[in-house]
């Protein structure tokens, strides 16, 4: 037993890429990179049970039938929390810590990154752990290779073995201000992957969220495992005021450390980014299903059904998914979740 249990995050609105993502199908369990989603190359990274323990999985209810049957294959000693209803990642996260031991070290991964170098993926996850086991809370700063608007900052601390404290959070900044962060070479993006011991974190919790921590302690010890999974209580669960991670313990805790990587990290957050982890052609155009371009530059077609032919076009997506299509310049693909909101109304 290696005593670093993974914490696998799932869930999402399913807003930033629709249509081809939704509420009842987010991103996560779709296969958006190959024939394998997101959520199962989640698992997979962590199947080495010479590093790490059997995951937990923390899922809401709606989503657990995709869940279940996707780890089946990857992670078949997986545990599940299935909560009633999102409330963010503290609270998801205090519900895995309660079912570990407080020594346990927790490595809380979102479902939905795609992570390309695995060597460096464990090689950071050792480094954290070493960290958590002193009582850090640990964040991973993924080295930026661009001055991302979408993403927060870390900015580095004094030096820790094999890491640094945190300095500051910094919110997503505008993109004058990402490129002197970029410049200024001691931030990083904070990638949304944590280490920490279960105990300590539940003690910062109580610490900074005393209501939280309760409420959340409550729902557990009151939670059904009839079916063989952790069902939080439903009325005290939903009493919680949802809040991430970070603002409830990683920006007012004294002990918040990260630990650098250069792994190859995306949260494919939107259309474009998908597009760069895809194979192009020569002219940067990326064609999944029936579709083709011509004499189009930086294109992306993306159908399910309806085949697709793009003309003269440059820095374009196409999404086509039933009886729904997308179209939109690559520089607006943030804005993609304001077509789902109007879809639904």
């Known amino acids: 037993m290696s005593g670093i249990v993974p914490v696998v995050l799932c869930g999402g609105s ?26 199962q190359a989640t698992l997979d990274r962590c199947k080495d049970r010479t590093l790490f323990d059997a995951p937990i999985v923390v899922v809401g209810e709606k989503h657990l039938e995709f869940a279940l049957p996707q780890s089946n294959d990857v992670a078949p000693d997986a545990r599940f929390i299935v909560e009633p209803m999102g409330r963010n990642t503290a609270p998801a996260i205090a519900l895995a810590a309660h079912a570990l031991s407080p ?30 086991r002193e009582d850090y ?25 094999g890491g640094h404290s945190i300095h500051s959070f910094v919110e997503k900044p505008d993109f004058e201000t990402a490129c002197k962060f970029l410049a200024a070479g001691d931030y990083a993006w904070n990638g949304g992957i944590f280490a920490f011991r279960a105990g300590f974190f ?19 010890q009151k939670a059904n495992r009839a079916s063989g999974h952790i069902r939080p209580d439903e009325p005290t669960f939903a009493g ?23 792994m190859g990290w995306s949260d494919i957050g ?46 374009l997506v196409v999404i086509v998914d039933g009886d729904d299509v997308l179209v939109t310049a690559r520089d607006a693909v943030q804005r993609v979740g304001e077509a789902s909101r109007c879809r639904k109304q």
Do not use: Q
């Open 103 to 132: 020594d346990a070290i927790m490595l809380v991964c979102p479902s939905d990154h795609f992570i390309a170098d695995l060597a460096a993926f464990r090689s950071a996850v050792t480094v954290a752990a070493d960290l958590a």
């Open 202 to 220: 539940l003690a910062e919790l109580e610490r900074h969220r005393p209501a939280l921590a309760a409420a959340t302690a409550a729902a557990f």
């Open 14 to 39: 399913g807003t930033r890429l629709w249509p081809r993502s939704r509420a009842d199908r987010p991103k996560p369990f779709i296969p958006l990179l190959g024939d394998r989603t997101l959520y």
């Open 240 to 262: 919680i005021k949802g809040e991430s991670v970070d603002y409830a313990v990683m920006e007012n805790t004294d002990r918040a450390a990260m630990v650098d990587v250069a």
């Open 270 to 315: 939107n259309w474009d980014a998908l597009m760069s982890k895809r194979s192009s052609d020569e002219n940067g155009n990326v064609v999944c299903g029936p579709g083709e371009t011509i004499g189009s530059t930086g294109v992306m077609i993306d159908s399910d059904g309806p085949h697709v032919t793009v003309i003269g076009a440059t820095d």
């Open 137 to 161: 809370l640990v964040s991973f700063g993924i080295e930026p290779t661009a001055p991302e608007t979408g993403y927060g900052y870390l900015r580095r601390g004094d030096a820790l073995p």
